[in-house]
């Protein structure tokens, strides 16, 4: 007696590439990906689109998770890539009907673990490429050559039909009562198939809404980068301004200096010219000329002082030239020795963590709970509110203005007496929602 194999749920994993299904495997291969086993060169330094897919006996879909993978230059799985697709899949909302009855959809906009959320994307529901309909029309082709139990309607030929005897004819209001009720049959078939429409248009709408609020961000972000570069143009145009008029008011002041120096020198030489022109012109020679030696002698030896002192001045900035250099130099060479042998130990635990299954997780205001990969590590401790700020779409000045508003949601508007407004305002969760001098601010001071 040969034993016959019996069909079961089985596990599959499919590729997206543009907006088609390009590969396709069972999940012990996809394991053996995911365990560096095997490599993908078709896919080498690509973020790809991919579905993890429950099939029954019957080649129907009973569970699907939408999901995105990484790979590296050399066609292998991220190392930090570790998303529970099974518990997901377990987990997941309803969806739409493909043949088996409602299945569960998991998705970026349909999710029962928030922190996975970033690591999903949505389907495309639209008439052209729907997702869907491609993902249970390749299981229908059995491209993986699974087994399944095939199934036979059963029809029956028309001599197999009989009249009912004539004393049977008062039967007939049972079949009206039968025909009733197959009719109130077909109406909750009718109704079970309407609302899996709606609920169908229903994902499609929420998955609408957050390509939406995707691109708004994306928008906004944008918008916000323009509004900040010609902020800061117009604060140094200020400056700038600001500085030359201070030196416009400098040199006012030193002309005026130099002309009231001028007016004053030259009225004591006209009263010492008048003073000289009432003595003798022998005497007035003989001072002149002794003024004259005196003035040639007080140059010289000052203009010797200056130039020992400048010497001396000369010397001193060239040695301490040669110091700072060389302390420069000291102090560079200690840095980077520190900085390896930090690095070093620091990455080698990291390393040992990473590779021991262990997963770097972070909770932050406005982004919540992220996973950190391994090589975000080192850019995550040195700039963290940069790296929060790209996580939430917005730039780093936005995200800490925000943070400002987010642990203290009052009016920040200074008045004219220094002090603060406080109204309570309501907070923003969102930091790409967040707009600088109007969701922090309260109604009579918004800036529109």
């Known amino acids: 007696m040969r034993l016959r194999n019996k069909p079961q749920m089985v596990e599959a994993v499919m590729f997206f590439a543009d907006q088609k299904i390009s590969k396709q495997m069972l999940y012990p291969e996809f394991e053996a990906v995911l365990d560096g086993v095997v490599n993908m ?35 292998a799985v991220d190392p930090s890539w570790n998303i529970p697709l099974r518990h997901l899949a377990e987990r997941a909302g309803r969806g739409p ?21 970033m690591h999903l994307w949505d389907p495309d529901l639209s008439p052209k490429n729907n997702h869907l309909l491609m993902i249970r029309d390749a299981v229908k082709r059995n491209t993986l050559s699974l087994l399944f139990e095939e199934t036979h309607e059963h029809f029956f030929a028309t001599e197999q039909f009989t009249v009912a005897a004539e004393e049977r004819w008062d039967s007939a209001s049972q079949v009206a009562v039968d025909t009733q009720a197959a009719d109130r049959e077909k109406d909750q078939e009718q109704r079970k198939k309407a609302a899996q429409i709606i609920k169908q248009q229903r994902l499609r709408i929420s998955t609408l809404e957050a390509q939406h609020e995707e691109q708004l961000a994306a928008l906004r972000l944008q918008h916000q980068g323009a509004l900040t570069a010609q902020q800061q143009r117009a604060l140094e145009l200020e400056k700038q301004l600001a500085q030359q008029e201070s030196l416009n008011r400098q040199l006012k002041q030193q002309l005026s200096v130099q002309a009231d120096n001028l007016e004053n020198l030259r009225a004591d030489l006209q009263a010492r010219l008048r003073a000289f022109e009432q003595h003798e012109r022998e005497a007035m020679d003989s001072l002149r000329q002794q003024f004259e030696h005196e003035l ?49 130990s620091g990455e080698q635990i990291l390393e040992r963590l990473s590779r021991s299954g262990v997963v770097f997780v972070a909770c932050h205001p406005g982004v919540g709970h992220i996973t950190i990969p391994l090589k975000d590590m080192t850019f995550y401790q040195q700039k963290q509110r940069e790296y929060i700020a790209k996580k939430c779409a917005v730039s780093e000045e936005q995200y800490t203005r925000w943070l400002a508003h987010y642990e203290n949601p009052v009016c920040s508007i200074q008045l004219d007496d220094h002090a603060q407004c406080g109204l309570p305002l309501a907070r923003e969760n969102k930091p790409s929602s967040f707009v600088d001098g109007v969701t922090d601010r309260c109604s009579k001071h918004k800036r529109f």
């Open 97 to 117: 009907d493909l043949g088996a009855g409602p299945i569960r959809l998991a998705c970026r906009s349909q999710t029962s673990v928030p922190w996975h959320q």
């Open 41 to 75: 060169p078709e896919f080498t330094d690509q973020q790809m689109h991919a579905v993890y897919v429950l099939i029954n006996p019957r080649l129907l879909v009973r569970s699907l998770v939408f999901f995105y993978i990484d790979f590296d230059e050399k066609g």
């Open 296 to 344: 040639q002698a007080r140059i010289a030896v000052a203009v010797v002082d200056y130039k020992e002192q400048v010497a001396i001045r000369d010397v001193e900035v060239a040695y301490k030239a040669e110091q700072a250099a060389q302390l420069n130099n000291e102090l560079l060479q200690l840095k980077q020795q520190l900085q390896e042998q930090a690095g070093q």
